[in-house]
């Protein structure tokens, strides 16, 4: 049974940084790309990082570029999601995904 837990999530101030960790099991993790995505009230799903199986290549688009990094560790089978100058704009709810498996998704609140 594949499972993709995120943690990390929470209420932080407009220009404070989080970190979301996003644990696999039951899948090859090390042979398989990783992404981020989040999910606003009202909004579609949007990606927000990728990363090949090699931990190399990151990808980003211009709404997060330089402010957000994505990261893995294949030895702990977890990848993760460095955000920093967080702006009200990014709350969210946001999920980790590999090919057709998706996490259960983790509450972000950037606010005052």
């Known amino acids: 049974q594949v499972q993709l837990v995120e943690s990390g999530g929470g209420l932080v101030q407009p220009g404070g940084s989080l970190r979301l960790s996003c644990q696999v099991s039951g899948f090859t993790f090390s042979t398989n790309a990783m992404a981020w995505y989040r999910q606003a009230p009202g909004k579609e799903r949007e990606w927000v990082a990728l990363?090949?199986?090699?931990?190399?290549?990151?990808n980003y688009p211009d709404t997060v570029k330089g402010r957000f990094a994505i990261s893995r560790d294949n030895t702990k089978n977890t990848v993760y999601l460095q955000m920093n100058s967080l702006k009200p704009e990014d709350t969210a709810v946001y999920y980790c995904?590999?090919?057709?498996?998706w996490g259960q998704g983790i509450q972000v609140t950037v606010s005052s």
């Open positions: 990363m090949n199986e090699y931990g190399s290549r990151p």
């Open positions: 995904r590999t090919g057709a498996y």
